[in-house]
Every structure is written in structure tokens, then in C-alpha cells.
């Protein structure tokens, strides 16, 4: 995820601040904060830098983050000008790219670049001499527990100075930062804790970060981390629930591991000569140490053969061992590459043992892949060793896959794990590989529970994630997020089953629904959003796996359709996602694409605006149907969406106001979509959806998102409602609340339509007929009879019109006091710049289509 403007290859780099084509800046500031609360991260990076050269260069903002986070933000103010960004489909980024290098404005590309764990962000702006930029990025993460720790990690170099805060509400059981940056910085990091919290800070001066006195470079670039676990004070976990959501943490300790069945399988191609073969020997030796009497397992070694060390599955006794290691240490790597036979091979293993009545009912059975390439010999076709390999693996199997290095199709290894109950990991091929392996094993050696199931009170939760797990491991954490219905209780409960080594377990926890929201609103370092953002952080990448397993092509849209309206809604950057960073008064973007092909992306200057209604005429009347799309091409007759968006006015209270002075608002407006029979209706009151046999009301004091068909409802609590047809037409409503006492104004609704909606030539309305702008000429500016008002001649259609300088008010951004749009106001209810007469465009129902011609 690289965002680069202005590219030019030669460059010199200070750190993480990069100055092209020059050498001249001052960083005057960098500093990288990170809030954890519950297991869930907010990371900012802040850097403040100056152009102290004589003359204009290009200067760029690196940053590497984990592999894991989804940014969710970057802003920028250049040369004053403020740019912030938000998440949009990518669909929509690559279009406005392709719409703006047609016309000569495209700004730059976007590059991809990943080391080991970390992905680089990066963005390169062309300032002028003396001038100062401003870079903030933001990212979150969830932190996955391994071994007994979770572990935070972040990429430094030169400069930067470094918070971590961590709130956790159960408490903190230990806190540690491994000196993971070298001898030079012994010392240098500071912990202070208590029960709840903790603040680690690295904040080492400019000489202490010098290699040596005399020295002019840094020596601080590498990997900060630190490592925490949480107090555990119930078997059953740790249940949080916050801001409409809850996240259910399951870790227990203290069970006997479960017996288990192995098949390792390994990779002994002509690719693995070398490092990486002794790397692995080295790690199958401390591996098959570990086994115990309890414990099964075979060995299979493949290259374009395939040879099996047992054809049955042996008990892990000292001899047995001892024998194994020796037939490891014996292998010779040459040849082509059959993952699919040793998959299949493995399975029959495993298959035979089951068949034999070898396997204890409470065991579990798995098969570890060590490989370095793709398939060459054998079955080649990644799709088919995928189908066999589900096909042979039974419902308790599980499959974990290593891939060593960059040459393995990782994406492959990952696919064939995920959908056979395991997990997969990329082993670098460096010197610690072994260690690599042998922490990967150990983290899947001690399973502890099968076949757990976390459950909640009917009508308590909804849109819950993953809560039935086929393993448990020691030293991991199981997780569990939802958003919680609305309830007369003032708890949540959740109930837990699960089968150890010899016991059935049955659990439950509750937790009260306001404590940790005062809590949280009492801490200054607390990250507040944490469990809704988690919720859709772990929802977003699940759904992404099941995105890459979907079997039909139908199937993969829905999922593809749910992904984005998360990643949307909570502004994460996926790989079905682009960030959109844009200056505040919106007449310059820039766009972030995020390709799901790392090689390829794009950024984008473009102009936008947003039509926006807040005191309209009387009845509005709004049809549409797609347009064709430059960038799509022609849409196919079968695509017409046939939509209506009527409004209905109030007055305001006439108590002292003579009736032709009474102002009127929308009190109630409605998308109909006849294709779909569907209408929402949305007053001040209540949010109606309504088809032929159902109507659905729900209220304004909860956010949700409700989809039915092609048609989805956003509700913002108190806020707003957004509607969407079809991903191609939008609506958005703002509730406007007054005084309830107040003499005259009422509740009303301000209606805003963007440019984004895709209209066809036959889109009419009061406002629709406006899709296809009309050539617009104002001349003759003059003072008017208003000395704050401009009045002049407006040329429209072929007629003149006498129009005033005015403005309206947006109030996306500030509800309370809106923002100041200008524009030109025209009189006699719009005669000659409507289509016929405004009374032509009342309709009898909230429902009804306009009839035309006018």
C-alpha cells in the first residue's frame, strides 16, 4: 500500500523522511504513537518537515507497517493546503484514475514494496523552498496472542521518537521490550505499569541514536517490539462490551494437551539444497524431540518421488524418534516438486490410522507442509491439488503449510490451509529459519480444547463472527466479536462448550453492558472505537478468506459486496479498497490504490463536488436510471434500476407567522426502487423498509446497516441514513433535531445526492433533470438591493434569468453549524431553469413516478 506522487527514481533518504532529487530538509519532528486497548491497536505516525533547501524539491513520508493492519487514514498539509483521506470501493478509485490520465491529470502511481512482515506505505510531494509539510498516517491491527504473548511491533529509523500505551481492563500480567534494535540501545526504552495500563517509551537523542561519537549516520533502524499478556482471572475468558459491540477473549490454561497425529511432509526438491535444507533438518531434530508417547506421527519426503518414512502412523517413543531423525538427516535434495501426491499420500495416512480404530477420539490429527516451490511434476494445476486435497482431508483433519522464501505461491499454501482447519506461514530463508520453524510448531504442539463453541442468549447479539472452532492451541487466543441488540438487561452472557483431553467443558461469562464505556471515557490513552473496529477488523478477514475459497463465482460477489461495504464503513484500506485523500475544500484528490496485484495501482488528481438540498421547493422529485460509464462501458438494458426519490415537505410552526411566511423543510423522503419493489422511507421519526409483504421500521437511535437485495439503508445513530441501490445510486439524509420548545422550527431532513450516482439521458426531477448539467453562462454581476447579495443575468436553455448571490449551508461535516456553500439563487420557483412548471413535479405518493414529457 504506496501512495507516491510526483516519483523520480534518484533520491537520497533521510530515514524514513526521503528527499528526491536533493538532500536539503530538516525534520523537525517524528513521532509514532500507538494506543492498545483489549488486544486492538490505533497506530499515527507524525512528521513535520522542511524544505531548507534553495530550491523546490520532492520530499517523501515512508512508513513500514505490519503485514496484518489496514491503514485507516493519511492526511497531509502541503504548502497549506490540508489533505484528508477516506476509504472508497476500488472499483470507483481505478475509474476517476483512468477519467483523469485521459485528461492529462494524473499525478502518479502507485508502487508496492514488502520485507518480511511489513508492508511500506509511501508518499513523495513536490515543496517548494522554505515551505513545511505535515504527514499523518494512521493503521490498526488486532494482536494475535503466540506463545503466551502478543506482540506489537513497529519498523524505526532515524529520528523517530515512540509512545506505546496499553489499557487493558482485566489487567496486565507482564510487560517486556526485548532488545530487538542491538547492543547500541540497551537501556534506552523505558516501561511504566500498573494493573490496568502501560507506557513504554523510546525516545532516544539524536546522539545516542549516532553509531558512534564522531558519526555522523544513525544507527537506529530495525523492528521495536513489545511483548504483553493480560491477566486471567476465568477459565471462560474475558467478555468486553463497548460501544455497541462486544469481543469475547477465550485463552484458557492449565488442561493437558491432547494427543496428537502427525504427518509432516517435506519438501526435498533440488530448490531446498543447501540453507534451506539444513535449516529444516535442524528444525525437524528439535521438532521430533518433542513428540511424546502419546502422540502418532509418519514422515513423507517428496520431490517429483514420493517416499514415505512409515506407511502407518507410529507412537513418538524414543526409538521411533531417534530413527526418524537419522532418516532426516539422510536426505539428499534433488528434483522436481509433487506437492499433490504427498498431500494426497499424507490423507491416506491418516485415513488408515481412523479406519484402524489407531486414533483416540479426543486426538487430533493434522498434516505439517514444508515446501519452498510450486508444483512441477504430478498434478501442476493449483485449483485441482486444492479440490483433491479438501476432497481426501476429513472434517477433524487439519492442514498447516510453511512456505520458505518467495519463490513458493504462498497465496496457494494459504488457501489449502485455511480450508482444511489450518493456518500458514511464510518462513524467510535467513539464517533464524530453523528458529522460525521450530517457534511455528510449537505454537500448534500442546492443542488443548476441540470443537469449542462460543454461544450468546437468543435476540442478545447479531452479526457475530467465527464462534465455532475445530482446536484450540496453548498459548493462543481464541476471539469472538459481535455487535449486542438492543436490551432491557444490563448485561450480555455468553456461554462456552468445549472437550478437552478427558472432560466436556461448558462455561459461561457475562459482562455489563456501560462499565467499560465509563471506564474508557475516564482514560486519556484509550483507543474508544476498539471494539467496533475490531469486530469489523476480524469480520473483513475472514470474509477475505472465505472470498479466495468461494466456489461459484456468485457466491464470491456476495462476499466481495460485504467486504467492501465493511471495509467502507469502517475506512479500512483492503485489498478490494483505495484510500482517497482530497484538501478540504475538495477541489484536489489524491488516490491510494491498494491492488490486489502488488505490482500494479495508481494516484489521481481530480476535482468533485456534491449536490446537497437543505430548504427546498415544494414536492422534490428525483428519478433515475444508470449511465452509461466511460470507464465500465455501455451498461446492458437488463441493468436499469428504475429508481424514484420523492420528498414531502412541513411547514414550519405558524404560531405569530402569517401563512405565506411559513418556511417549509422535508419531513419525509423516500427511495422507491421499482425494480426491486422496494421503498425507504425516511421521516424524522422512524426509518421504514418496505416491500411487498414486510415493512421494517427502525428507529434513529442506533446505527445499523440493513440490506435487502440490491438495495442497502446506512443509519448513523441521531445522524444520518444513506441509501443505496445497487452500488450505483445514493441518497443521503441528514436529521436535523431542534429545541422541541422552539416557537417556530421544526425537525427536518437535508437530502445529498453525489456525483458519483450513475444517471442515464431519461433521469428527470426536480433535481434529477440536472444530472446531465446544462451549459450555464452568468454575466452582468451587479450590486444588488442587498449590499451582501450580488445579483446578475443568468443564460440557461436559451432563456435569461435574473439570479442573486446567496448561500446554503453543509452540514455533513459541522451538523450544528454547517458550512457556508455559495451559489446563485433564482427567482419565480426556478421559472425557466426547471423544466416546465414546479407544480408539474407534485405527485400524489411517496412512491409515485413522475410522468412524462413535461
Not at 543447501?274 to 517428496?302: C, H, N, P, R, W
Not at 488528481?605 to 414536492?619: H, L, N
Request: charged share 20%; hydrophobic share 35%; net charge positive.
Amino acid at each position: 500500500r504506496i501512495l507516491s506522487l510526483f516519483y523520480s527514481p534518484k533520491s537520497f533518504e533521510f530515514g524514513a523522511i526521503k528527499a528526491v532529487q536533493g538532500d536539503d530538509i530538516t525534520v523537525e519532528s517524528y513521532r509514532v504513537e500507538s494506543r492498545i486497548t483489549s488486544r486492538f491497536c490505533h497506530t499515527t505516525f507524525k512528521s513535520f518537515v522542511v524544505n531548507s533547501g534553495p530550491n523546490a524539491q520532492s520530499i517523501g513520508f515512508h512508513v513500514q507497517i505490519p503485514k496484518r493492519a489496514f491503514i485507516t487514514n493519511f492526511t497531509m498539509n502541503v504548502n497549506g493546503v490540508t489533505f484528508v483521506g477516506s476509504v472508497k470501493e476500488k472499483t470507483v478509485a481505478r475509474n476517476l484514475y483512468a477519467q483523469a490520465r485521459a485528461r492529462g491529470k494524473a499525478a502518479g502511481i502507485v508502487r508496492y514494496h514488502k520485507q518480511c512482515d511489513m508492508e511500506t506505505f509511501k508518499a513523495e510531494v513536490h515543496v517548494p523552498s522554505g515551505n513545511r509539510i505535515e504527514f499523518e498516517l494512521h493503521y490498526q491491527e488486532m494482536m494475535y496472542r503466540k506463545l503466551g504473548l502478543y506482540e506489537h511491533t513497529l519498523h524505526l529509523q532515524p529520528g523517530r521518537l515512540l509512545d506505546v500505551y496499553i489499557y487493558e481492563p482485566n489487567g496486565i500480567a507482564s510487560v517486556e521490550v526485548p532488545n530487538t534494535l542491538g547492543e547500541h540501545f540497551t537501556g534506552l526504552a523505558q516501561v511504566t505499569s500498573n494493573k490496568h495500563k502501560a507506557h513504554v517509551v523510546f525516545k532516544p537523542s539524536l546522539k545516542q541514536q549516532r553509531k558512534c561519537d564522531n558519526c555522523t549516520t544513525s544507527a537506529l533502524s530495525g523492528i521495536f517490539t513489545v511483548k504483553y499478556d493480560v491477566i486471567r482471572e476465568s477459565a471462560a475468558g474475558e467478555l468486553h462490551v463497548s460501544d455497541g459491540h462486544f469481543v469475547h477473549f477465550f485463552a484458557p490454561t492449565n488442561l493437558s494437551p491432547l494427543p496428537k497425529n502427525i504427518v509432516f511432509v517435506i519438501d526435498v526438491s533440488g530448490s531446498m539444497w543447501g540453507v534451506k535444507m539444513k535449516q529444516t533438518v535442524e528444525a525437524m531434530q528439535a521438532i521430533l524431540d518433542d513428540l511424546t508417547m502419546d502422540d502418532y506421527f509418519s514422515i513423507i519426503d517428496f520431490n517429483h518421488n514420493v517416499r514415505c518414512w512409515s506407511d502407518e502412523l507410529v507412537q513418538g517413543s524414543t526409538i521411533q524418534v531417534a530413527e526418524a531423525k537419522k532418516y532426516i538427516q539422510d536426505i539428499k535434495p534433488n528434483g522436481g516438486t509433487n506437492i499433490n501426491e504427498a498431500l494426497l499420500r499424507a490423507g491416506q495416512i491418516l485415513h488408515k490410522a481412523a479406519n484402524q480404530g489407531m486414533l483416540n477420539s479426543r486426538s487430533v490429527s493434522m498434516i505439517i507442509l514444508v515446501s519452498d516451490g510450486d508444483p512441477t511434476v504430478g498434478e501442476i494445476k493449483l485449483s485441482a491439488i486444492q479440490k483433491n486435497v479438501k476432497k481426501i482431508m476429513r472434517e477433524d483433519f487439519s492442514l498447516f503449510s510453511l512456505g520458505i522464501g518467495f519463490d513458493v505461491d504462498y497465496d496457494f499454501l494459504e488457501r489449502i490451509a485455511t480450508e482444511n482447519r489450518g493456518v500458514a506461514q511464510r518462513i524467510y530463508a535467513n539464517k533464524d529459519a530453523s528458529e522460525q520453524l521450530r517457534r511455528f510448531y510449537s505454537q500448534v504442539s500442546s492443542p488443548l480444547l476441540r470443537k469449542i463453541t462460543v454461544l450468546f442468549p437468543e435476540g442478545s447479539v447479531s452479526d457475530v463472527t467465527q464462534n465455532s472452532f475445530d482446536k484450540y492451541f496453548s498459548g493462543s487466543e481464541l476471539v469472538v466479536a459481535g455487535k449486542v441488540l438492543p436490551s432491557d438487561g444490563t448485561s450480555l452472557n455468553s456461554f462456552i462448550t468445549a472437550s478437552s483431553d478427558r472432560l466436556d467443558l461448558s462455561l459461561q461469562t457475562e459482562a455489563d453492558y456501560m462499565r467499560l464505556d465509563a471506564e474508557l471515557a475516564r482514560q486519556q490513552h484509550a483507543f474508544t472505537g476498539f471494539a467496533r473496529q475490531m469486530w469489523a477488523y476480524i469480520t473483513v478477514n475472514q470474509l477475505l478468506s472465505e472470498r479466495s475459497q468461494a466456489p461459484t463465482a456468485s457466491r464470491k460477489r456476495k462476499i466481495t459486496q460485504r467486504i467492501l461495504n465493511l471495509a467502507v464503513e469502517h475506512q479500512f484500506v483492503t485489498p478490494l479498497t483505495a484510500l482517497l485523500v482530497e484538501s478540504e475544500e475538495a477541489n484536489e484528490k489524491l488516490l491510494a490504490d491498494s491492488p490486489k496485484d502488488p505490482r500494479k495501482g495508481s494516484g489521481t488528481v481530480i476535482p468533485e463536488r456534491t449536490p446537497m438540498v437543505e430548504s427546498p421547493p415544494p414536492w422534490v422529485q428525483l428519478t433515475t436510471t444508470p449511465t452509461p460509464s466511460p470507464a465500465l462501458g455501455p451498461l446492458p438494458e437488463r441493468l436499469t434500476i428504475g429508481v424514484v426519490v420523492n420528498g414531502q415537505l412541513v411547514g414550519s410552526k405558524r404560531v405569530g407567522v402569517e401563512k405565506e411566511n411559513v418556511k417549509t423543510y422535508f419531513g419525509t423522503i423516500s427511495v422507491f426502487s421499482k425494480l426491486d419493489g422496494i421503498m425507504v422511507t425516511v421521516s424524522t421519526d422512524r426509518i421504514q423498509l418496505t416491500d411487498s409483504k414486510h415493512n421494517h421500521s427502525f428507529s434513529w437511535g442506533a446505527t445499523a446497516d440493513i440490506t435487502q437485495d440490491r438495495v442497502k439503508v446506512s443509519i448513523v445513530k441521531d445522524s444520518q441514513v444513506t441509501v443505496t441501490v445497487d452500488e450505483k445510486i445514493r441518497v443521503m439524509m441528514l436529521l436535523h433535531r431542534v429545541w422541541k420548545k422552539h416557537p417556530t422550527s421544526v425537525d427536518f431532513l437535508g437530502l445529498y445526492i453525489p456525483n458519483s450516482n450513475q444517471y442515464s439521458s431519461k433521469a428527470h426531477g426536480l433535481i434529477g433533470q440536472f444530472g446531465q448539467e446544462p451549459e450555464v453562462r452568468v454575466y452582468n454581476l451587479h450590486q444588488g438591493a442587498d449590499p451582501l447579495k450580488k445579483e446578475a443575468t443568468m443564460e440557461v436553455k436559451g432563456n435569461k434569468l435574473a439570479v442573486t448571490r446567496g448561500w446554503q449551508k453543509d452540514y455533513r461535516r459541522d451538523k450544528k453549524r454547517g458550512s457556508d456553500i455559495f451559489c446563485w439563487f433564482i427567482h419565480n420557483s426556478g421559472k425557466g431553469f426547471i423544466d416546465g412548471h414546479y407544480t408539474t413535479y407534485i405527485v400524489p405518493r411517496l412512491d409515485s413516478f413522475l410522468q412524462r414529457p413535461l
